[in-house]
């Protein structure tokens, strides 16, 4: 019987090992980044977002007719009603997005440092003639 008990106070004493160990490791590890940017009425809700370098911002057309996101000089492509299209956020910046098919459409995306990186964002060398 006292070997029964001993495991038993084992078993409690590696749960508890493990509860304190988790909250840790999911605080940082399954947090979701980015952004979802709704279309709908013909407005970017919100029309200003903020997020880091490397976080995904999510389009997603809400309204009756389709949409065409312009962010950063990339055309995201006709968005039928109900389709999502994603723009990750390449560099710290302000990055100023419309709609090409509705004028009235603009906003914009704030890209923040990444938390875990460096504090000297490496610029890509872009020769845009
Ligand atoms: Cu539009």
Redesign the pocket.
């Known amino acids: 019987m006292a070997t029964t008990r001993s495991t038993r106070l084992a078993i409690v004493a590696v749960s508890a090992a493990l509860a304190l160990a988790m909250p840790g490791c999911s605080a940082t590890a399954s947090v979701p980044r980015g952004a979802t940017i709704v ?1 709908q009425d ?1 407005q970017f809700i919100p029309s200003s977002v903020t997020v880091r370098v490397g976080d995904v911002v999510t389009f997603d057309n809400r ?1 009756d ?4 996101v312009l962010i950063n000089n990339t055309d995201l492509g006709e968005q039928q009603p109900g389709v999502r299209v994603t723009w990750t956020a390449p560099a710290e910046g302000l990055f100023g997005f419309k ?4 004028s009235t ?1 603009t906003g914009e995306v704030i890209v923040g440092a990444d938390g875990g990186g460096s504090g000297s964002p490496t610029a890509p060398s872009s020769s845009g003639s």
């Open positions: 279309e013909r309204d007719l389709a949409h065409r709609c090409i098919s509705h459409m």
